[in-house]
C-alpha cells in the first residue's frame, strides 16, 4: 500500500469506528486514577485507581484481539505480532493511564466524557488516555492493513508517569527497551529530545539572632513560585510600597511581607514572575535582614533573577537545546537555617556534575551547603536520524503543514527512559482552543475530536513507515 492508500484507510476505519473510539475512551475517563500510594497493595502499587485504569485499558485491548499482560499493576502491555520476516526488534508506544487529580473550578464533570461543540471534555481526555486511546485503534486499524510488518509492536500501557515513573523503571528492570517507541503525550510535529534535569538544594549555616523569623516561598521546586512571603522583625510604618509587596504590620514589632508573582513551569520560566525573586529584592533592598542572613539571600538572589542561569554562573547553550533554564523553586525557613530549591533544565554544554560543583563552591562561601537532589541527564536522538524523519514526514503528508518542524523541550516524558524514543503529538499547540476548554492538569481539561481524528492518521501512516525502516 502507498501514502495515499494507508490514509484512506485510516480515514475509513476512524468514521467506522469512531463512536466506539469515544466510547474506549470513556470507560478509562471514569475512573479516577490518581497516584494514592496510602492504599497501595499488591496488584496496585500505586493505588486502586491507576490499577483499575490499567486493567481496563488492557480489557480494552484484548477485545481488540491483542494479546495482553498485566505486570503486576505496574505497567502493561498489548502486542501485535510481525507478519514477515524474522527480526526481534520491536517497536513501541507507550500512554499512560494515571491521571493529576481533578482539582477545583470545573463547569464539566470531571470524571465523564462530555462531548460539546466537537470537544472530548474529561480529565485524562488530553493527558494522556484520549492520546493512548487514538494510538491503541492505530495499531488496530494497521493489523488490518496490507502492510508488511517485520517488527512486533508493542503497546505499553503506563500507570505512574505523573509522579515518579516507576512502572517504566519495573518495566525496564523485567523486559528489554523497544528498539524504538514513541509517546502520544506531547506536541506535533515530533520532540526528539528533553534537556536534562537537575535539582538542587542550598541550606544555610544556622543562624543566631536572625531577623527573618519566617520565610516560606513556593510549592514545588519545579515551578516559578506565584506567592512568597516573610514574618521580619521591623516597623511597618517605616516600609516603603513595591510593585507586587504587600505590607502589613503582625504586632510586636514584626511585619508580614507578601510577594505576588505569576506562576509557571519549570521548562518555560519566561511565563512566570518569581515571587521568591520579588520577595528577596524587597528584604535585601530595605536591609530586612542580618549579616548572615543577607548573605544567604544575596545568593539566592543571584540564583532567581536571571532564568538563564548567569547569575549564578551555569549559563551555556548548545546547538539542540538552546539555553540552560534555572528556576528557584521553594524557599523556607527550617529551624535556624535557610533553605532554598532549585530546577534547572540544562543542554549537553553542561553536566549535572559541573552544576554541583559550581553551585558547591558558592555555597561553600558564605558557610552554607549544596545538595543535588535529583539528575536526569539529557535525552536526544538526533533530529536526522530515520526514525524522526518517518514522524516528520508522516505529520507533514497527513496534514500538509511544513511549517512546524522537529524541537526539544525542557519537560520530561516516557520517551526519556527508553534506548531510543520521541514524543509524537496530540497537541498542535499553534490551533486555539475555545476558552471553555482547558488544558492538560487545569480544569475542565479537553481535546478536540478533530484533533483525535487526524492524530490517527498521522500514527498509522507512521507506523507503517516505521516497519519500513531497517531497526536493530
Not at 549544596?370 to 524522526?388: A, G
Not at 526519556?416 to 503529538?425: D, I, N, P, Q
Request: proline residues 7%; hydrophobic residues 40%.
Amino acid at each position: 500500500m502507498n501514502r495515499e492508500e494507508i490514509v484512506t484507510a485510516a480515514e475509513a476505519y476512524w468514521d467506522t469506528n469512531r463512536d466506539t473510539i469515544v466510547s474506549d475512551l470513556a470507560k478509562l475517563v471514569e475512573i479516577p486514577s490518581t497516584e494514592d500510594l496510602a492504599a497501595a497493595a499488591p496488584g496496585q502499587p500505586y493505588g486502586p485507581g491507576p490499577a483499575k485504569a490499567l486493567a481496563r485499558a488492557l480489557e480494552i485491548a484484548e477485545d481488540m484481539g491483542f494479546p495482553t499482560t498485566n505486570c503486576e499493576g505496574h505497567i502493561g502491555f498489548a502486542d501485535l505480532p510481525a507478519n514477515t520476516g524474522s527480526s526481534t526488534a520491536q517497536l513501541g508506544i507507550i500512554g499512560h493511564m494515571d491521571v493529576v487529580p481533578a482539582g477545583p473550578g470545573w463547569t464539566f464533570p470531571p470524571f465523564e466524557v462530555t462531548e460539546k461543540d466537537g470537544f472530548l471534555m474529561g480529565r485524562g481526555c488530553l493527558d494522556d488516555k484520549g492520546p493512548s486511546i487514538t494510538a491503541l485503534h492505530a495499531v488496530k486499524c494497521l493489523s488490518q492493513l496490507d502492510v508488511k510488518r517485520p517488527y512486533a509492536i508493542r503497546f505499553l500501557f503506563g500507570a505512574n508517569e505523573e509522579t515518579a515513573m516507576a512502572d517504566v523503571a519495573w518495566y525496564l528492570d523485567h523486559y528489554d527497551s523497544p528498539a524504538f517507541l514513541f509517546t502520544p503525550d506531547a506536541d506535533f510535529p515530533v520532540c526528539y529530545g528533553e534537556k536534562g534535569g537537575f535539582d538542587g538544594r542550598i541550606t544555610s549555616a544556622p543562624i543566631a539572632d536572625p531577623v527573618i523569623l519566617d520565610i516560606n516561598g513556593g510549592v514545588v521546586t519545579n515551578a516559578v513560585p506565584g506567592d512568597a512571603w516573610a514574618l521580619v522583625k521591623a516597623d511597618a510604618a517605616t516600609l516603603p510600597a513595591a510593585e507586587r509587596i504587600t505590607v502589613e504590620d503582625a504586632s510586636n514589632g514584626t511585619v508580614r511581607i507578601d510577594a505576588t508573582g505569576v506562576n509557571a513551569h519549570a521548562a518555560w520560566p519566561e511565563r512566570g514572575i518569581s515571587a521568591i525573586m520579588l520577595l528577596v529584592d524587597y528584604l535585601l533592598a530595605n536591609n530586612l535582614c542580618n549579616p548572615a542572613e543577607r548573605s544567604f539571600l544575596e545568593l539566592v538572589q543571584r540564583l532567581v533573577s536571571d532564568t538563564s542561569g548567569a547569575g549564578v554562573g551555569i549559563a551555556c547553550a548548545d546547538e539542540y537545546f538552546g539555553p540552560l533554564t534555572v528556576v528557584g523553586g521553594t524557599i523556607r525557613k527550617e529551624g535556624d537555617r535557610l533553605v532554598q530549591t532549585m530546577d534547572s533544565r540544562f543542554p549537553t554544554s553542561i553536566t549535572g556534575e559541573q552544576i554541583t560543583s559550581i553551585m558547591s563552591a558558592q555555597a561553600s562561601q558564605i558557610s552554607a551547603t549544596f545538595e543535588n537532589t535529583l539528575l536526569m541527564v539529557p535525552f536526544l536522538v538526533k533530529p536526522d536520524d530515520p526514525e524522526i524523519r518517518v514522524l516528520q514526514d508522516a505529520f507533514q503528508y497527513v496534514t500538509g503543514d511544513t511549517e512546524h518542524k522537529p524541537f526539544t523541550i525542557g519537560g520530561g516524558t516516557y520517551a526519556r527512559e527508553f534506548k531510543k524514543g520521541a514524543s509524537f503529538g496530540v497537541n498542535m499547540p499553534w490551533i486555539a482552543n475555545p476558552d471553555w476548554v482547558g488544558g492538560e492538569h487545569g480544569p475542565d481539561e479537553g481535546v478536540s475530536v478533530e484533533l483525535l481524528r487526524t492524530s490517527f492518521k498521522i500514527y498509522v501512516l507512521a507506523l507503517a513507515e516505521l516497519e519500513g525502516l531497517d531497526i536493530q
